[in-house]
């Protein structure tokens, strides 16, 4: 579950990609560095690990590595990014979830968490190969096909924390089981 409340809808836009993330291997970052080098497009790289300098040795000039920043800093980036890239598998993916509660599409490679959190043409656009080619060409067709963010935000609700809870303890209720004796944070 997610606290959606962190992450008000936000209709500003300025224009870069956004990824959040420990810099791993499988996590696939190199792939959203070498797509949007390619494309002369703005990317924001949130996060550090083992895989930074790899990865700035790949990057064009429009690519920008924070490393950690605050979560109240990385709050403002999402309110501000033109959408936010997954581009390895994760099992679900809390950070794109984030996004689109902020209204803000996700491009993401079609496999893992992603294909429960993000709807096609709704919420996102997702990539099938395994390759910056193919991010490439997801990242343009977000360009070309109109969004909405109550829509995005609407998607993203379904993983809000509180959403998780009501199911919960209504399960607990079904099962004959007082949902009270079991308490969520």
């Given at each position: 579950?997610?606290?959606?409340?962190?992450?008000?809808?936000?209709?500003?836009?300025?224009?870069?990609?956004?990824?959040?993330?420990?810099?791993?291997?499988?996590?696939?970052?190199?792939?959203?560095?070498?797509?949007?080098?390619?494309?002369?497009?703005?990317?924001?790289?949130?996060?550090?690990?083992?895989?930074?300098?790899?990865?700035?040795?790949?990057?064009?000039?429009t690519?920008?590595?924070?490393?950690?920043?605050?979560?109240?800093?990385?709050?403002?980036?999402?309110?501000?990014?033109?959408?936010?890239?997954?581009p390895?598998?994760?099992?679900?993916?809390?950070?794109?979830?984030?996004?689109?509660a902020?209204?803000?599409?996700?491009?993401?490679?079609?496999g893992?968490?992603?294909?429960?959190t993000?709807?096609?043409g709704?919420?996102?656009?997702?990539?099938?190969?395994?390759?910056?080619?193919?991010?490439?060409?997801?990242?343009?067709?977000?360009?070309?096909?109109?969004?909405?963010?109550?829509a995005?935000?609407?998607?993203?609700?379904?993983?809000?924390?509180?959403?998780?809870?009501?199911?919960?303890?209504?399960?607990?209720?079904?099962?004959?089981?007082?949902?009270?004796?079991y308490?969520?944070?």
């Amino acid at each position: 579950p997610v606290d959606t409340d962190e992450f008000p809808i936000s209709d500003r836009d300025d224009g870069f990609l956004l990824v959040a993330s420990r810099l791993l291997a499988y996590r696939r970052l190199d792939l959203a560095v070498e797509a949007a080098t390619v494309l002369r497009r703005d990317l924001v790289v949130v996060g550090d690990g083992p895989e930074r300098r790899h990865l700035e040795s790949l990057a064009g000039p429009t690519i920008r590595f924070l490393g950690h920043v605050p979560r109240s800093e990385l709050q403002e980036l999402v309110a501000r990014c033109h959408a936010y890239v997954l581009p390895g598998i994760e099992d679900f993916g809390i950070a794109p979830v984030e996004a689109m509660a902020a209204g803000k599409p996700v491009v993401a490679f079609r496999g893992g968490g992603a294909l429960e959190t993000v709807v096609e043409g709704l919420s996102g656009v997702f990539f099938d190969q395994p390759d910056a080619r193919s991010l490439a060409e997801a990242l343009e067709r977000l360009d070309v096909i109109t969004l909405h963010g109550m829509a995005i935000r609407d998607n993203a609700l379904r993983f809000d924390a509180e959403v998780f809870r009501r199911k919960w303890r209504a399960l607990l209720a079904r099962e004959g089981v007082d949902p009270h004796l079991y308490s969520a944070p």
